[in-house]
């Protein structure tokens, strides 16, 4: 792997965690500190490969492919979204959905945060693009069957978007200051789409259809929200 490329991808590393800890408190992360290894294999997982206790483990063949196509390719989000598994990954069972929808759309907060507001309504607008492309009968969240990968994308973009719309609906400081309280409350336990549901009505008094409609709409985006 080019050397510079290692150093840049470690400065990545140090400011998505000190943006993750400041926005949601300190979580627990074996060992004490992240490993990222690039394995030989040609193929991989993900947008960065596989989190795992401590340990972050992405294809070397991919990456070195994806260099020699653009020398400005950058692993940034893929593994803010794999970093943000030792925050979200309290979501058990169908409940799943939970742990990737808040870690893809904190892994876009931190592209907004540390990048540039530009490059996360790129990646919104192709979250809603691919969400908007989904087949009407496709599952929605409230019953996506967990790690199933035709429905990668509801459980990933679409649960992002309904993160992002409930973000615009609270404002960023109770949205932030409620996400912090979620993974506070149920680190170390288990939460499943219930939890989820009761959790955020209650936060959203006056808008908690908002959240019935995101997590029980099949298919794409809600009405109100389709663009």
């Known amino acids: 792997m080019p050397e510079s490329f290692i150093r840049q991808e470690g400065a990545q590393i140090a400011s998505i965690l000190r943006f993750y800890n400041a926005i949601l408190g300190e979580t627990n992360i074996p060992g004490g500190s992240i490993r990222h290894v690039y394995s030989p294999k040609r193929k991989g997982q993900g947008k960065a490969g596989i989190a795992r206790p401590g340990l972050i483990v992405t294809s070397e063949g991919l990456t070195l492919g994806a260099l020699g196509r653009d020398p400005k390719f950058s692993l940034f989000q893929g593994i803010a979204h794999e970093i943000a598994h030792y925050w979200w990954n309290f979501g058990a069972g169908q409940g799943d959905w939970i742990n990737e929808a808040f870690a893809e759309y904190f892994s876009a907060v931190a592209v907004e945060k540390c990048s540039s507001q530009r490059e996360f309504r790129i990646v919104l607008d192709d979250y809603r693009k691919e969400a908007n492309a989904l087949p009407a009968d496709a599952p929605p969240l409230a019953t996506v069957p967990p790690m199933d990968p035709r429905s990668f994308v509801v459980r990933y973009y679409k649960g992002a978007l ?66």
């Open 162 to 227: 309904m993160l992002d719309s409930l973000r615009h609906t609270l404002g960023d400081e109770n949205f932030f200051q409620s996400s912090r309280e979620f993974f506070q409350t149920y680190s170390g336990k288990t939460a499943g789409t219930q939890e989820f549901r009761s959790f955020w009505k209650a936060k959203l008094p006056d808008h908690s259809d908002l959240v019935d409609s995101w997590l029980d709409s099949p298919g794409g985006l809600p009405n109100s929200d389709a663009k």
